[in-house]
């Protein structure tokens, strides 16, 4: 069965532009929840989404928003985007609660704001 | 918040046991104990996760102390594979579920 994927890998972008990033869960996975990773802060959680609804946020300015889409796959967008907000961005996605399942995690986007 | 604290890093010969201490003393008595590790340049990936009891599994073991404020992961013998950043996660309900990551220990496996 296919892993998490997430797109685009690695990108480039300046400050004050904005990003979507897309993450597709494994097929069946109904949860999916975002992390930023970065080497000051580690792993922060950003929000989790299981059937279209987002059912948890972290602190996080509202410039950090997502949405899933009916078939589980989300992406996440950030606008504004500044310096800090260089990091892995991760997405995990579980079957169908993410409190007691397991939680996969995808490769990551790595973005670079400049 | 709910917060994790771990040693920074650990040392391990290879083919020996490996005790991971974490330490979570405002774990509230809903929240899940998950054990996530991370290779260089991989995602995390799951290890084992508890509530209350003892649990075992293929990668593992973990031990919850019994007032819960900490717990150990246990790697019976540890293979320069095993060698990454291991995370003790708490599962925090709060409406929904969140997830608290602690800091991380680095693992370093010698041959």
């Known amino acids: 069965k296919a892993g998490v994927t997430q797109t685009p890998r690695y990108l480039i972008k300046t400050r004050g532009q904005q990003v979507t990033l897309s993450c597709s869960p494994i097929?069946?996975?109904?949860?999916v929840s975002w992390y930023q990773q970065t080497p000051g802060q580690g792993l922060q959680f950003l929000f989790e989404?299981?059937?279209?609804?987002?059912?948890n946020k972290g602190n996080f300015p509202g410039r950090f928003s997502g949405r899933q889409f009916s078939n589980s796959r989300s992406e996440m967008n950030v606008s504004t985007l500044e310096l800090g907000d260089s990091a892995l961005y991760l997405c995990a996605s579980s079957w169908a609660r993410g409190d007691l399942e397991t939680q996969y995690f995808g490769p990551g986007t790595r973005l670079l704001v400049l | 918040d709910a917060k994790t604290t771990q040693p920074n890093s650990m040392e391990s010969n290879e083919e020996e046991p490996v005790h991971l201490p974490c330490n979570h003393s405002?774990?509230?008595?809903?929240?899940?104990i998950h054990w996530y590790r991370q290779l260089p340049s991989q995602g995390p990936e799951y290890v084992i996760h508890g509530l209350t009891s003892n649990v075992n599994n293929r990668m593992a073991s973990l031990a919850i102390a019994e007032d819960r404020k900490s717990s150990t992961l246990i790697l019976h013998r540890a293979t320069l594979r095993d060698a990454a950043v291991y995370y003790c996660i708490l599962r925090v309900y709060t409406g929904g579920f969140k997830t608290i990551f602690g800091a991380g220990t680095r693992l370093f496996v010698k041959a």
């Open positions: 989404y299981f059937s279209e609804t987002q059912r």
């Open positions: 097929s069946g996975h109904r949860s």
């Open positions: 405002t774990i509230s008595g809903t929240d899940y």
